[in-house]
């Protein structure tokens, strides 16, 4: 429970525009996920590959830093998994909003377009480069 309180006070914080606040409780949050006990919680904070990142990326969109959120992304989404097809549709469309504010807006675009393909096409593996054209 003290990760997702971690997590959220860190999405609170990005919306106070205060990133070192954001990155002290991620880094926390971070710190507690090897202690979560799965049989008792299985809880997204383990089934989710890098899902400290994926917050932080997240709150640094927010925060107006989206050259760093975008470096993130571009960790985060190459090593997604699959069966996370759902999740790389949401991080495609918070990487294409970060893209848009780094003011790249074909990458925007590109981005963007993956998300949708995703959104539309149930079923469909979601592995980068695998969204049609």
């Known amino acids: 429970m003290r990760v997702f309180a971690y997590q959220q006070q860190a999405h609170g914080a990005s919306l106070l525009n205060d990133r070192a606040e954001v ?10 996920i090897g202690s979560v006990d799965v049989e008792l919680w299985g809880t997204a904070c383990l089934r989710t590959p890098h899902y400290v990142e994926v917050q932080r990326a997240t709150c640094y969109g927010r925060l107006g830093v989206p050259r760093e959120a975008e470096r993130i992304w571009s960790q ?34 590109e981005l963007a377009r993956q998300s949708v393909a995703i959104a539309v096409t149930p079923g469909q593996p979601a592995l980068a480069g695998s969204w049609p054209r």
Request: aromatic fraction near 2%; proline fraction near 9%; charged fraction near 25%.
């Open 23 to 32: 990155d002290r409780l991620l880094d926390t949050a971070g710190a507690l």
């Open 76 to 109: 985060i989404l190459p090593e997604a998994p699959p069966s996370a097809r759902r999740d790389v549709g949401v991080w495609s469309a918070r990487r294409a909003q970060a893209a848009a504010a780094a003011g790249e807006p074909e990458q925007a675009v």
